[in-house]
Protein backbone atom coordinates (compact mmCIF):
# COMPACT_ATOMS: atom_id res chain seq x y z
CA UNK A 1 0.00 0.00 0.00
CA UNK A 2 1.05 3.33 -1.02
CA UNK A 3 2.24 5.22 2.43
CA UNK A 4 0.62 7.87 2.18
CA UNK A 5 -3.05 5.95 1.99
CA UNK A 6 -1.58 3.63 4.94
CA UNK A 7 -3.60 5.81 7.43
CA UNK A 8 -6.75 5.48 5.79
CA UNK A 9 -6.63 1.69 6.12
CA UNK A 10 -9.40 -0.15 8.62
CA UNK A 11 -9.02 -3.56 7.60
CA UNK A 12 -10.04 -5.51 10.37
CA UNK A 13 -12.06 -3.28 12.25
CA UNK A 14 -15.38 -3.42 13.51
CA UNK A 15 -18.04 -0.90 11.86
CA UNK A 16 -21.68 -0.52 13.32
CA UNK A 17 -23.99 1.44 10.66
CA UNK A 18 -27.32 1.66 12.03
CA UNK A 19 -30.13 2.06 9.59
CA UNK A 20 -28.53 -0.04 7.07
CA UNK A 21 -31.66 -1.62 4.94
CA UNK A 22 -31.26 0.71 2.14
CA UNK A 23 -30.43 4.44 0.86
CA UNK A 24 -27.40 5.85 3.11
CA UNK A 25 -27.25 3.41 5.49
CA UNK A 26 -26.62 0.51 2.86
CA UNK A 27 -24.21 2.31 0.78
CA UNK A 28 -22.17 2.84 4.22
CA UNK A 29 -22.08 -0.34 4.84
CA UNK A 30 -20.74 -1.43 1.49
CA UNK A 31 -18.32 0.78 1.23
CA UNK A 32 -16.84 0.05 4.81
CA UNK A 33 -16.68 -3.77 3.71
CA UNK A 34 -15.05 -3.09 0.55
CA UNK A 35 -12.59 -1.05 2.49
CA UNK A 36 -12.25 -4.13 4.38
CA UNK A 37 -13.93 -3.62 7.87
CA UNK A 38 -15.90 -6.16 9.15
CA UNK A 39 -19.18 -4.68 8.74
CA UNK A 40 -22.76 -4.62 11.04
CA UNK A 41 -25.79 -3.90 9.78
CA UNK A 42 -28.15 -2.86 12.21
CA UNK A 43 -32.32 -2.08 11.84
CA UNK A 44 -35.14 -2.35 13.61
CA UNK A 45 -36.38 -5.32 11.82
CA UNK A 46 -33.30 -8.42 11.20
CA UNK A 47 -34.90 -9.38 7.84
CA UNK A 48 -34.31 -5.73 6.43
CA UNK A 49 -30.93 -6.08 6.77
CA UNK A 50 -30.71 -10.05 5.42
CA UNK A 51 -30.31 -8.60 1.62
CA UNK A 52 -27.50 -6.37 2.49
CA UNK A 53 -25.56 -8.18 4.30
CA UNK A 54 -25.79 -11.23 1.93
CA UNK A 55 -25.01 -9.43 -1.17
CA UNK A 56 -21.41 -7.95 0.82
CA UNK A 57 -20.71 -11.72 1.98
CA UNK A 58 -20.99 -12.53 -1.98
CA UNK A 59 -19.15 -10.21 -2.61
CA UNK A 60 -16.19 -11.39 -0.73
CA UNK A 61 -16.59 -9.09 2.46
CA UNK A 62 -17.30 -9.91 6.48
CA UNK A 63 -20.93 -8.87 7.52
CA UNK A 64 -23.59 -9.52 10.04
CA UNK A 65 -26.78 -8.44 10.32
CA UNK A 66 -28.88 -7.49 13.96
CA UNK A 67 -31.90 -6.16 15.38
CA UNK A 68 -31.31 -2.90 16.82
CA UNK A 69 -33.67 -0.24 17.71
CA UNK A 70 -32.03 2.46 18.55
CA UNK A 71 -34.77 4.16 20.98
CA UNK A 72 -33.92 1.30 23.32
CA UNK A 73 -31.09 1.00 25.53
CA UNK A 74 -31.46 -2.71 25.97
CA UNK A 75 -32.24 -3.37 22.48
CA UNK A 76 -28.79 -1.81 21.50
CA UNK A 77 -27.12 -3.60 24.26
CA UNK A 78 -28.36 -7.22 23.24
CA UNK A 79 -27.26 -6.09 20.22
CA UNK A 80 -23.88 -5.30 21.05
CA UNK A 81 -23.53 -8.19 23.25
CA UNK A 82 -24.00 -10.12 19.89
CA UNK A 83 -21.55 -8.34 17.93
CA UNK A 84 -19.14 -8.33 20.70
CA UNK A 85 -19.56 -12.37 20.78
CA UNK A 86 -18.72 -12.76 16.90
CA UNK A 87 -16.47 -10.05 15.66
CA UNK A 88 -15.32 -8.48 19.12
CA UNK A 89 -15.78 -4.47 20.22
CA UNK A 90 -17.11 -1.76 17.36
CA UNK A 91 -14.74 1.01 17.18
CA UNK A 92 -16.09 2.30 14.44
CA UNK A 93 -19.61 3.50 14.45
CA UNK A 94 -21.89 5.25 11.87
CA UNK A 95 -25.17 6.70 13.19
CA UNK A 96 -27.65 7.05 10.41
CA UNK A 97 -30.67 5.79 11.42
CA UNK A 98 -33.76 8.23 10.69
CA UNK A 99 -37.18 8.81 9.62
CA UNK A 100 -39.38 11.81 8.46
CA UNK A 101 -42.45 12.38 9.24
CA UNK A 102 -43.13 16.36 6.73
CA UNK A 103 -45.91 17.86 8.31
CA UNK A 104 -46.49 21.51 8.91
CA UNK A 105 -45.50 22.81 12.52
CA UNK A 106 -49.44 23.13 12.75
CA UNK A 107 -50.13 19.84 11.56
CA UNK A 108 -47.61 17.88 13.71
CA UNK A 109 -48.64 15.52 16.18
CA UNK A 110 -47.11 14.89 19.71
CA UNK A 111 -46.71 11.40 18.21
CA UNK A 112 -45.39 12.75 15.21
CA UNK A 113 -43.16 15.09 16.26
CA UNK A 114 -41.65 12.44 19.36
CA UNK A 115 -40.86 9.66 16.57
CA UNK A 116 -38.48 11.83 14.36
CA UNK A 117 -36.65 13.13 17.46
CA UNK A 118 -36.24 10.04 18.74
CA UNK A 119 -34.84 8.14 16.15
CA UNK A 120 -32.70 10.95 14.64
CA UNK A 121 -31.52 12.40 18.19
CA UNK A 122 -32.08 10.05 21.13
CA UNK A 123 -30.80 7.20 18.86
CA UNK A 124 -27.83 8.73 18.40
CA UNK A 125 -27.16 9.62 21.88
CA UNK A 126 -28.02 6.27 23.02
CA UNK A 127 -26.19 4.15 20.57
CA UNK A 128 -22.72 6.80 21.21
CA UNK A 129 -22.67 6.33 24.53
CA UNK A 130 -23.56 2.34 24.68
CA UNK A 131 -20.93 2.13 22.25
CA UNK A 132 -18.33 4.54 23.52
CA UNK A 133 -19.03 2.60 27.16
CA UNK A 134 -17.94 -0.45 25.80
CA UNK A 135 -14.62 1.32 23.49
CA UNK A 136 -13.73 2.97 27.15
CA UNK A 137 -14.05 -0.80 28.71
CA UNK A 138 -11.90 -2.56 25.74
CA UNK A 139 -9.40 0.40 25.52
CA UNK A 140 -9.93 0.59 22.23
CA UNK A 141 -10.37 3.89 21.46
CA UNK A 142 -12.93 4.41 17.91
CA UNK A 143 -14.49 7.07 15.77
CA UNK A 144 -18.23 7.69 15.93
CA UNK A 145 -19.63 9.49 12.72
CA UNK A 146 -23.22 11.18 12.86
CA UNK A 147 -24.89 11.63 10.13
CA UNK A 148 -26.97 15.22 10.50
CA UNK A 149 -28.34 17.00 7.54
CA UNK A 150 -27.56 20.23 5.88
CA UNK A 151 -31.09 20.89 7.48
CA UNK A 152 -28.86 21.46 11.31
CA UNK A 153 -27.57 24.62 9.52
CA UNK A 154 -30.44 26.02 6.60
CA UNK A 155 -34.51 25.74 6.66
CA UNK A 156 -36.85 24.13 4.95
CA UNK A 157 -40.72 24.08 5.23
CA UNK A 158 -42.47 20.98 6.59
CA UNK A 159 -39.61 19.72 8.54
CA UNK A 160 -39.56 21.34 12.01
CA UNK A 161 -39.00 18.25 13.45
CA UNK A 162 -36.57 16.59 11.67
CA UNK A 163 -34.11 20.17 11.41
CA UNK A 164 -34.64 20.59 15.23
CA UNK A 165 -33.46 16.87 15.66
CA UNK A 166 -30.62 17.19 12.60
CA UNK A 167 -29.29 20.67 14.80
CA UNK A 168 -29.16 18.40 17.64
CA UNK A 169 -26.71 15.88 16.72
CA UNK A 170 -24.50 18.42 15.27
CA UNK A 171 -24.35 19.86 18.79
CA UNK A 172 -24.31 16.44 20.55
CA UNK A 173 -21.48 16.01 18.32
CA UNK A 174 -19.36 18.61 19.29
CA UNK A 175 -20.01 17.99 23.37
CA UNK A 176 -19.69 14.44 23.05
CA UNK A 177 -16.25 15.22 20.83
CA UNK A 178 -15.43 16.97 24.40
CA UNK A 179 -15.57 14.43 26.43
CA UNK A 180 -15.06 11.08 24.87
CA UNK A 181 -11.43 12.91 23.97
CA UNK A 182 -9.57 12.14 26.35
CA UNK A 183 -10.59 8.07 26.11
CA UNK A 184 -9.22 8.19 21.91
CA UNK A 185 -12.84 8.16 21.02
CA UNK A 186 -13.77 10.88 18.43
CA UNK A 187 -16.79 12.02 17.04
CA UNK A 188 -17.71 13.76 13.87
CA UNK A 189 -20.38 14.71 11.59
CA UNK A 190 -21.26 14.58 8.17
CA UNK A 191 -24.25 17.07 6.96
CA UNK A 192 -25.10 15.84 3.56
CA UNK A 193 -27.71 17.61 0.99
CA UNK A 194 -29.83 16.16 -1.16
CA UNK A 195 -28.35 12.74 -3.06
CA UNK A 196 -30.26 10.48 -5.63
CA UNK A 197 -31.10 7.70 -3.52
CA UNK A 198 -34.01 5.40 -4.33
CA UNK A 199 -36.61 7.33 -1.66
CA UNK A 200 -35.90 10.73 -3.76
CA UNK A 201 -35.38 9.67 -7.55
CA UNK A 202 -38.37 9.51 -9.20
CA UNK A 203 -39.23 12.80 -6.44
CA UNK A 204 -36.45 14.35 -8.25
CA UNK A 205 -38.08 14.24 -12.19
CA UNK A 206 -40.65 16.65 -10.98
CA UNK A 207 -40.68 19.96 -11.55
CA UNK A 208 -40.58 20.94 -7.63
CA UNK A 209 -36.75 18.98 -7.19
CA UNK A 210 -36.09 20.65 -10.61
CA UNK A 211 -36.65 24.27 -9.08
CA UNK A 212 -34.51 22.99 -5.93
CA UNK A 213 -31.54 21.60 -7.91
CA UNK A 214 -31.64 24.75 -9.89
CA UNK A 215 -31.03 26.07 -6.41
CA UNK A 216 -27.59 24.33 -5.56
CA UNK A 217 -24.61 26.12 -7.15
CA UNK A 218 -23.59 23.23 -8.72
CA UNK A 219 -26.57 22.56 -10.25
CA UNK A 220 -27.08 19.37 -9.10
CA UNK A 221 -27.49 16.59 -6.45
CA UNK A 222 -24.88 14.44 -5.56
CA UNK A 223 -24.50 10.49 -6.23
CA UNK A 224 -23.60 8.32 -3.40
CA UNK A 225 -20.38 7.71 -4.24
CA UNK A 226 -19.47 11.11 -3.57
CA UNK A 227 -19.76 11.03 0.31
CA UNK A 228 -16.93 7.75 0.18
CA UNK A 229 -14.05 9.76 0.51
CA UNK A 230 -15.42 11.98 3.77
CA UNK A 231 -16.59 8.68 5.41
CA UNK A 232 -13.61 6.90 4.86
CA UNK A 233 -11.74 9.55 6.27
CA UNK A 234 -13.94 10.36 9.27
CA UNK A 235 -13.75 6.42 10.07
CA UNK A 236 -10.09 5.95 10.06
CA UNK A 237 -7.21 7.06 11.45
CA UNK A 238 -6.49 9.50 8.37
CA UNK A 239 -8.27 11.75 10.97
CA UNK A 240 -6.72 11.34 13.93
CA UNK A 241 -6.68 14.94 15.14
CA UNK A 242 -9.92 15.66 13.98
CA UNK A 243 -13.12 15.37 16.07
CA UNK A 244 -16.26 17.75 16.94
CA UNK A 245 -16.01 18.70 13.34
CA UNK A 246 -18.70 18.70 10.53
CA UNK A 247 -18.32 17.82 7.00
CA UNK A 248 -21.07 19.52 4.76
CA UNK A 249 -21.32 17.99 1.30
CA UNK A 250 -24.13 19.30 -0.47
CA UNK A 251 -22.35 20.89 -3.50
CA UNK A 252 -22.75 24.20 -2.67
CA UNK A 253 -26.60 24.46 -1.45
CA UNK A 254 -26.03 25.92 2.11
CA UNK A 255 -24.02 28.67 0.29
CA UNK A 256 -27.39 29.57 -1.97
CA UNK A 257 -28.66 32.90 -1.90
CA UNK A 258 -31.65 33.64 0.29
Partial sequence: MNELLASFDISGRVALVTGASSGFGR?????????????V???RRLEVVEDARDEIVAAG?????????????????????NVEARFGVVTIVINNAGITIPKLLLDLSD???????????NGVAFVTRECARRMVAAQSGGSIVNIASILAIRSQHMLTNY?????????????????LAVH??????????????EMIREWLKTDAAQTLVERIPQRRVGELDEMNGTLLL??????SHMTGAEIVIDGGHVLADL
Fill in 163 to 179: AAAKAGVTQFTKTAALE
Fill in 27 to 39: HFAEVLARAGAKV
Fill in 184 to 197: NIRVNAICPGYFAT
Fill in 41 to 43: LAS
Fill in 61 to 81: GTAMAVAMDVTDSASIAAALD
Fill in 111 to 121: EDWNAVVDTNL
Fill in 234 to 239: LASDAS
